[in-house]
């Protein structure tokens, strides 16, 4: 009977702090939430990025995906605003475990056009041919909206993509 006792009390000091929790730091996170949107809606407007879509980037999905974000970002806000802390912060627990939050869709750009600002030096199209195969299931992962997919490929693959490059830019020479 004790233990049954103990539990609840624990269960209710966790319900408190979770509670706490939420009105706490719940709005860091959504105001870092919404910063890294801003970044990537300015990302999604340079030059470079529009650059993207020739390997078949879909940039419309991109945005549509960060629209979505902003939705979200205000369905929180406005829960946290009515004082439902506990279910604001669900509702943001939702987005991370989703796996394709802002951060994951500015390192998946960012790696990509930095790994494809070299091609632009590369005008022999069937070496272009190639090199745009290599990114094809990196492309195909971001139009699909798994960032988080896209990330890891472009990591592993980013130290041989740099060496195939200076070895191209040799080659050119």
């Not at 902003?70 to 946290?80: F, G, H, N, P």
């Not at 939050?101 to 390192?107: F, K, T």
């Not at 790994?115 to 745009?132: A, P, Q």
């Not at 890891?152 to 070895?167: G, V």
């Amino acid at each position: 009977m004790q233990e049954a006792i103990d539990d609840f009390h624990n269960e209710q000091i966790w319900d408190t702090l979770n509670g706490l929790r939420a009105v706490v730091e719940l709005p860091k996170q959504l105001k870092d939430f919404t910063k890294s949107l801003t970044r990537v809606e300015r990302l999604l407007k340079q030059k470079s990025f529009k650059k993207l879509s020739e390997f078949g980037l879909d940039l419309t999905k991109v945005s549509a995906d960060i629209a979505a974000f902003r939705e979200k970002a205000t369905s929180v806000q406005s829960l946290l605003s009515a004082g439902n802390g506990e279910e604001a912060q669900e509702a943001m627990q939702e987005v991370w475990e989703e796996g394709s939050h802002p951060g994951e869709i500015e390192g998946a750009l960012q790696q990509m056009r930095g790994m494809t600002n070299g091609l632009r030096r590369i005008k022999n199209k069937e070496i272009l041919s190639y090199v745009k195969e290599i990114f094809e299931p990196v492309i195909s992962a971001i139009n699909e909206g798994e960032y988080r997919e896209a990330n890891e490929l472009l990591n592993e693959m980013r130290f041989e993509m740099q060496r195939i490059f200076a070895q191209l830019y040799r080659f050119m020479k």
